[in-house]
């Protein structure tokens, strides 16, 4: 017999019986845990306890954890150092950090995290956690918070509310939404290089009222309108370098200095929206390093940002809707009640 053909008849067979063994294997169940008894092991001189083994059962699950946690602390150096020491065995780091900004962003409409708080203050959250199957916590939602500002004289809280006519969002506790006319800082990542009052100019080398609040920022750092309003001055303006001045509803006026350059299609009489971007942190005019010189102007008159730019809050919950939002305020303040305060430890932040 040819070699070749000796090597055709051998391949086909080899299939022909695969095949079978394919067709004729019966099909394996779903896998089930089965107990067994413990292995003992008898030693002659021992006594049989010693031993003893009892077995080890892993259950492993493709389905999401969730659970409800409440974290509260005191902040002695800055909301991320407080989180990250009092909520240390709730969450990973990164869920910390994600946590903290993630309050910037509930409360940006009535607080400004770069200077509003202060060493002594507290706050108190409580959140959905997720734990993932591939071993990943991440924090789900905010389902409230409270931050208890100038020394516990003054007290914010978000409450996590599901309306029938819009997506979820966060009301005080009075039941009026925490959206306002005004944010209350004008760039998202900040941190307060100067405060409204009396400082040392750092080019001028002489004392003059710093009427406004810089934000020290990275260079080309976005710059936000606060609120609705038009443009009625931008460009080079002097000692500002380059400015816009955004006139709003009520007649008060927002300047933004030292930026870099301007968000594209800004131009004097554009009408700009809350939160729109304007231009870029830089350090144009009389500036030693990047950084957003933003002020207040009512009536002709600059402001101090912090008092100028407070609202007593945005809509009310609907009528209809009173006793649903009731029971679920009673339900986040009590989660919160119950979560216990921690100070931190102090860092070098």
């Known amino acids: 017999m040819r070699p070749a053909l000796a090597r055709a008849l051998s391949y086909t067979t080899v299939a022909s019986l695969a095949g079978l063994a394919i067709w004729f294997t019966p099909q394996l169940g779903p896998v089930r845990a089965i107990p067994f008894a413990p292995v003992v092991v008898v030693h002659p001189e021992l006594p049989q306890t010693d031993y003893v083994s009892s077995p080890m059962l892993v259950f492993a699950s493709t389905v999401p954890v969730i659970d409800t946690v409440a974290v509260a602390g005191v902040i002695q ?39 509003d708080i202060d060493e002594g203050d507290r706050f108190h959250v409580l959140v959905e956690r997720l734990s993932q199957p591939n071993g990943r916590i991440i924090v789900s939602k905010i389902l409230g918070a409270r931050l208890g500002l100038d020394g516990g004289q003054t007290t914010v809280e978000a409450i996590r509310f599901n309306s029938t006519n819009s997506s979820a969002q966060y009301f005080d506790a009075q039941g009026k939404s925490l959206r306002a006319a005004f944010l209350r800082a004008p760039v998202n990542f900040r941190r307060i290089s100067s405060v409204f009052g009396m400082r040392y100019h750092p080019v001028l080398g002489n004392w003059r ?31 500002y370098g380059n400015a816009i001045d955004v006139r709003h509803n009520n007649g008060m006026v927002t300047r933004y200095g030292h930026m870099r350059n301007f968000a594209q299609g800004m131009r004097y009489g554009k009408r700009v929206d809350m939160g729109t971007t304007i231009g870029y ?60 305060v921690a100070t931190t430890v102090r860092d070098n932040e």
Not at 83 to 97: C, I
């Open 77 to 115: 150096s800055s909301l991320f150092a407080a989180l990250d020491n009092t909520a240390r065995d709730e969450l990973p780091r990164s869920a910390r950090h994600n946590l903290a900004y993630s309050l910037a962003d509930i409360f940006e409409y009535k607080v400004d995290m770069s200077r």
């Open 209 to 239: 009222n710093h009427k406004g609040t810089d934000y020290a920022a990275a260079m080309g750092t976005p710059v936000r309108s606060v609120g609705d309003g038009v443009i009625i001055s931008i460009g080079w303006h002097g000692g």
């Open 281 to 340: 942190v830089g350090m144009t005019g009389l500036a030693t390093g990047p950084h957003l010189h933003f002020e207040v102007i009512v009536g002709g008159v600059q402001h101090d940002p912090r008092t100028a730019l407070r609202s007593a809050g945005g809509d009310p919950i609907s009528y209809s809707e009173k006793s649903l939002f009731d029971k679920t305020r009673a339900m986040t303040l009590n989660g919160l009640a119950a979560a216990k």
